[in-house]
């Protein structure tokens, strides 16, 4: 009639077996079911934020600016924080990651938006932010395993760029050096093609 609990701790590397039976208070009985439980050790989580590529930005204290985050774990991610720190302060929670898609079996990817006035930005040189995930994990004292990203780092200036300009300007940077990368290999590529010519 009742249900009976009972927990132990379980280490990675140790084997047991479960056992299973089933009766009723008139004498009833189903055969005893039973399998094998392995431990295994669990991985905490990663997380990166992928957009803003650049990860020091000049904003305007009123700007917005997105948040897209990809995480992965082996057990699966169950919480998402934006973390803020303004003027080199504690870190304190933001409010709760706009929410994270599952497109891989231990992927996750997400998007936000970061708007800058809804922050105490009084007098405010440099405001910090950042995403902390945490796992399915749960430890003897209902511990998680939870990580934070690097954040990204926002220099108020009310003359600053818009995100979207500075946006455009690190893709510029990036697309030179991709084409510097790919003059560089193909100068290697043609020196040898040269040298047996000759």
């Known amino acids: 009639d009742g249900i009976e609990t009972r927990e132990y701790a379980f280490t990675s590397n140790r ?6 039976d089933l009766a009723n208070s008139i004498g009833f009985r189903s055969p005893r079911q039973s399998g094998a439980l392995r431990g295994f050790a669990d991985q905490p989580p990663t997380v990166l934020i992928e957009k803003p590529a650049a990860k020091r930005l000049d904003l305007a204290p009123h700007a917005k600016f997105p948040l897209e985050v990809s995480a992965s774990d082996d057990l699966g991610v169950v ?9 080199g302060g ?4 933001g409010r709760a990651f ?3 898609e599952r497109p891989g079996v231990a992927l996750w990817k997400g998007e936000d938006e970061i708007d800058l006035s809804l922050f105490a930005l ?4 440099e405001a910090r932010f950042a995403v902390a995930v945490a796992d399915a994990w749960r430890g003897p004292g209902d511990e998680t395993h939870e990580v934070t990203s690097m954040p990204v780092t926002v220099t108020l200036a009310l003359a600053a760029k818009s995100f979207g300009l500075q946006d455009l300007d690190e893709q510029v940077k990036s697309a030179k050096a991709l084409i510097a990368e790919a003059r560089k290999r193909l100068n290697d ?4 093609t040269e040298s047996a010519r000759n």
């Not at 919480?79 to 003027?87: E, K």
């Not at 504690?90 to 929670?93: A, I």
């Not at 009084?122 to 040189?125: G, I, P």
């Not at 590529?189 to 040898?192: D, G, S, T």
């Open 122 to 125: 009084d007098s405010a040189r």
């Open 189 to 192: 590529a043609v020196a040898p």
């Open 90 to 93: 504690e870190w304190r929670e």
């Open 98 to 100: 706009g929410g994270l």
């Open 15 to 20: 084997t047991a077996t479960w056992s299973l």
């Open 79 to 87: 919480s998402a924080r934006v973390l803020a720190s303004i003027d």
